[in-house]
């Protein structure tokens, strides 16, 4: 079983979280931020990844800290779980529609971070969360766990169906790529041999 467990502590956060990347999507999730908790819900659910996240942060001041560092969290603690990424089907791709929105994300497990964000919202927040906090989640993420990561809406006027379809989009890509290939199960899937953060992987 490919699991994990991180803890990040700083004098911003307080963040633990565990994840299970052969699991069944079973999620326990607390941020303290009720939007952000029901996109972490969707990730684990439509990835199959199991997800335990505790996080407190200074939500006194604004929700960058928390929702930042949950990210970088949550990354590190899939880095970790894919170990040297030997077996795994490496890219995944997804194209997810919510009612008028549909979103593509594509990810390389390839641990050479990248994030292009082709996301734009019509209001500053969602709730009382930033808008813009979710383009910090998504950097964070692919940053830590070591991803090449794309993500664009298509199309889409309500931006909860936007910012929804973008996470479930994640989810089923990723479910993708950290699949094990029963036909190379025992090899990187590259050329190199490795998947480092050298060019050419």
Known sequence: MRQASVERNTKETQISVAVNLDGTGSYDVSTGIGFLDHMLEQLSRHSLIDLT??????????????????????????KQALGDRKGITRYGAAEIPLD????????????????????????????????????????AFAQAAGLTLHVENLYGENNHHIIESAYKALARALRQAVSIDARAADAVPSTKGTLSDAPGT
């Open 100 to 139: 008028e929105a549909l979103t593509r994300a594509i990810v390389d497990c390839s641990n050479r971070p990248y994030l292009v964000w082709k996301i734009a919202f019509s209001r500053p927040k969602l709730g009382e969360m930033d808008t813009e906090l979710f383009r910090e989640w998504f950097q």
């Open 53 to 78: 996240v505790r996080a407190k942060g200074d939500l006194h001041i604004d929700f960058h800290h928390t929702t930042e560092d949950t990210g970088i969290a949550i990354g590190e603690a899939v």
